[in-house]
């Protein structure tokens, strides 16, 4: 009996809770929209002739996107505001196509909507000239059951969808909503920087902005690369994400030489200004020989990862078993996304702007506890 009760408990608790969160979204989103249907009243009723003879603005604060429309109906337009202001976006409208490319050159708008026949500039015209002075920006047709066939067309030249009209609101609504999501999975995917398989040499030369992968060489989870030599010998060294990630290192602690360390242990310890990492082996065996370089100057490790930059050299003791746990190829591509992506989180190792070592240690190189001993 006193379980079915604390059951009851639990779920007039969460139903309640259910009720009380759906009933403020309600009330925050009834009172946005009334916010919004303020400044639609006031904000059409401005001037705006000195930037646009026929321009009307209803700029909302906080706008999920800027957009412009032109067509030569006005109805049109004021549907254009009406609908998609109070779907929180910002929205310039304006009746032909020359007083839109003036704005474009002077505005950042995040889309333009234009319709396909216009008396002065049509709308394959005002494709084509936004297109070449904002490519960044998306152009959406407007058209008529009787010109689909030319609305498609308008495609090849830079549009990067079309609308019928008449719509409904709920029509351009949902319609609007689509066009922002692609957009901004469009501009996610090419804010990701570019990963290329490259020769140990030209990391030195690449751009800040691109990661490069050693070809020929394997990658361990814990960011350490492999390159196996001709006498089965395997040098190894820190990858392109770790040298970025850490910036500068002042001290390298290299492994001792003749001593055999197991895969997962501290192979090689970097000291920096704010901390230092452990870096674990990415293979069981014994050290022969180490980089004396790195010693008197540890920038190497950095400026030249894959060729100067190597840390020690090492007999693997089980290496047809363990390779298969190391990354190469395609595969390394792949996962350097979503290492960059994690890295870059609000709550990763880099969120207050300075890396912290200690938590990049954890949540990358996976050298636990009890390979520091």
């Known amino acids: 009996m006193t379980a079915v009760l604390i059951l009851l408990m639990f779920v007039a608790f969460v139903g309640t809770d259910f009720l009380v969160r759906t009933t403020l979204r309600r009330m925050r989103d009834k009172r946005e929209r009334q916010a919004r249907e303020a400044v639609l009243n006031t904000s059409i009723r401005l001037d705006f002739t000195h930037e646009a003879k026929s321009l009307k603005r209803v700029a909302v604060p906080h706008p999920r996107a800027r957009i412009l429309a032109v067509d030569d109906e006005a109805v049109v337009l004021d549907s254009f505001r009406r609908i998609l202001v109070l779907e929180g976006f910002s929205v ?32 394959v015209e005002v494709v084509k000239a936004v297109n070449h002075l904002r490519p960044d920006v998306d152009v959406v047709v407007i058209t008529g059951y009787g010109s689909i066939e030319t609305a498609v067309e308008t495609l090849k030249h830079g549009a990067c969808e079309y609308v019928q009209k008449p719509f409904t609101a709920d029509e351009l609504s949902e319609f609007a909503k689509k066009l922002l999501i692609k957009r901004e999975a469009r501009i996610e995917a090419a804010r990701q920087p570019s990963v290329r398989v490259v020769a140990p040499e030209m990391a030195e030369v690449m751009p800040a902005s691109e990661y490069c992968v050693p070809g020929g060489a394997f990658l361990s989870s814990g960011h350490a690369w492999v390159r196996i030599e001709p006498e089965g010998q395997v040098r190894i060294g820190i990858d392109d994400f770790m040298r970025k990630a850490l910036g500068t290192v002042k001290e390298v602690v290299l492994p001792e030489r003749g001593k055999t360390v197991r895969q997962g242990e501290t192979l090689f310890t970097l000291k920096g200004v704010t901390g230092l990492v452990h870096v674990a082996a990415p293979l069981t065996g014994r050290i022969e020989h180490d980089n004396a370089g790195l010693k008197t100057d540890p920038g190497e490790l950095i400026h030249s990862p894959y060729d100067r930059g190597w840390v020690c050299l090492m007999t693997p003791s089980d290496l047809a078993n363990e390779l298969a746990s190391l990354k190469i190829g395609k595969p390394v591509i792949d996962w350097y996304q979503e290492e960059i992506t994690r890295l870059r989180t609000p709550n990763g190792p880099q969120a207050t702007g300075t890396l912290d070592w200690s938590a990049f240690e954890q949540q990358f190189l996976g050298a636990g506890d009890h390979a520091h001993a």
Do not use: C, I, S, W
Request: glycine content about 10%.
């Open 92 to 123: 310039d409208t304006v009746e032909h196509g020359p007083e839109a490319l003036g704005l474009v050159q002077r505005n950042d708008y995040d889309f333009v909507f234009t319709d396909l026949k216009m008396p002065d500039m049509d709308g």
